[in-house]
């Protein structure tokens, strides 16, 4: 995966090294724990591992994953953005998280836009789906304003809680 730029945002492959120490706090941020989920994530060794298990490997296997989310200029890091291919999905999936202190800005919508043009133009895929829980109406706004439509409720696989299932197909 190729690093996307926006108006105001990088969006680049995460480093195991250099990004994990922000992944530690955006990991553990009461917003990531309340709306995805407790990765167990807990060191920097742990959060190193996170990103070579997780978007290292997808990028290597399917030529993209999560990535860190920068502001330009200042390359500060203020989120993930990006795709995944979830073992009970049948189309890769579009996620993202900011710290708090960046919501609310557009932020979240132009790198969410910025990588569903990627998926479409250069990785030539025609669908992408997203998930969320129910009581994300933030999450549920934003994949709406991105285009993506709610098709139906689904089991999380290890059957702890429902999900919104949402997806978007291009010719």
Same mark, same amino acid.
């Given at each position: 995966m190729r690093t996307i730029e926006t108006p105001r945002l990088q969006i680049r492959r995460l480093d195991a090294q250099g990004d994990a120490a922000f992944m530690l706090r955006l990991l553990n941020d009461a917003s990531w724990l309340h709306y995805i989920g407790d990765r167990g994530v807990r060191t920097l060794e742990d959060a190193e591992r996170y990103i070579l298990s997780g978007p290292v490997e997808m990028y290597g296997r399917l @030529? +993209? @994953? +999560?990535? !860190?989310?920068?502001?330009? @200029?200042? !390359?500060?890091l203020i989120g993930i953005c990006g795709l995944a291919q979830r073992d009970y999905l049948d189309e890769p999936d579009i996620g993202f998280a900011l710290l708090p202190q960046f919501c609310g800005q557009g932020y979240a919508f132009e790198a969410a836009n910025a990588v569903l043009q990627f998926a479409q133009h250069e990785l030539g895929l025609r669908r992408v789906l997203a998930t969320t829980r129910d009581y994300n109406q933030a999450s549920q706004a934003l994949l709406e304003k991105l285009g993506l439509r709610r098709l139906r409720e689904i089991d999380h696989p290890d059957g702890s809680r429902k999900l919104l299932l949402y997806g978007i197909e291009w010719p």
């Open positions: @030529g +993209f @994953g +999560f990535c !860190a989310v920068a502001l330009k @200029g200042s !390359a500060e």
